[in-house]
């Protein structure tokens, strides 16, 4: 099913908690509402789910007008942070209810839990009650029960946020595994990049309410809208260098140093930040740059280095045979890719 958010504005008294969102979802994918604490995720995904009307705007599933519909008739399955499971009911009592509410006959009911339970590999603790159950095996069945009902969305809302780090990697894996076996619509909610970076279709990111990119993981990556995308996407994060622009050139710290970059169409002395991803720096002692290493350091397969460039410590993975010293003066060049120029102020991207 395809979803259509139209002009969505979420007013709590003052507070905007979501502001003129604009976004369709196409049918069968796996998107992310992802971006700081704040930002309005799970108000968006409360109205999708109908536990919140819209203030303004409208809400379309494939062609239903849905903005004020009530949740029962929209045919979602949500899934929390919390599993939320009876812990009175054993693992294939909880997967049945949804379809006890629905009056669906006991066999048949039987018959779907089993499926869903194969599906999200809990087939074979169907008696056990959730307290004898890990997280992520709790979290496994409160996604069956969120499918058993073939809902034609189903909402995520961090649902991985209260499993340990290892685990978190499985049950991301596992959530896309499902997804993709079910084809159902997913819109999944996450402040964490990586975890959004590795499932999604398309991510979603905002700020204050306010959609700041929707596009393919990679593309966010590669071609952020503006400095707040940038730097909230990557590990570790984007280097960020203070600069003013004169005659097309920009020149980093107070003392204005050549970075060899170049923009066009900016006027002088525009305040600035280069930004540039570690994988973008390149080792080059031909290059008019210089920096100053402060330190090497080995992060598992790369080496990591810390150089001063434009009065600020920045990092780059540096591929060299000879092993840099601390205060040692190297050449720096940029790579093409990875490489931007945002104004300070706004965060516009002119690079
Ligand atoms: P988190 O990752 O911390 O859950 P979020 O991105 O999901 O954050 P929301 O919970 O959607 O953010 O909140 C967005 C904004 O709306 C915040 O400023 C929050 O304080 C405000 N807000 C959310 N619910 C209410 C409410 N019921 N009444 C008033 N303000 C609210």
Known sequence: MKIRLEHIVKRFDDNTAVND?????????????LGPSGCGKSTMLNMLSGILYPTEGKIYFDDDDVTFMSSEKRGIGLVFQNYALYPHMTVLENICFP????KVPKKERIERAQKMAELVHVDGMMNRKPGQLSGGQQQRVAIARALVKEPRLLLLDE???????????EMREEIRRIQLETG??????????????????HIILMKLGVLQQYD???YLYDQPANCFVADFLGNPPINKVEGVVKGGKVLLGVEE????????NVPDNTKVYLSFRAESVVLDNSSPLKAKVV??????????TSFILGGKEVRGYMNSDVELK????????????????????SGERYL
């Open 216 to 218: 393919k993981p990679q």
């Open 99 to 102: 379809l006890e509410i629905k």
């Open 295 to 304: 330190l090497t350091s080995v992060m598992g397969k790369e080496i990591i």
């Open 184 to 201: 159902v619509t997913t819109i999944f909610v996450t402040h964490d990049q990586e975890e959004a970076m590795s499932i999604s279709d």
């Open 326 to 345: 601390r205060d040692e003066e190297i050449g720096i060049s940029f790579k093409k890719s990875g490489v931007f120029v945002f104004d300070f102020e």
């Open 257 to 264: 140093v050549d970075s060899q970059v170049r923009v066009e």
């Open 21 to 33: 969102f604009t976004a369709e979802i196409e049918s069968g994918e796996l998107v992310t509402l």
């Open 159 to 169: 649902p991985l946020s209260n499993l340990d780090a290892r685990l978190r990697i």
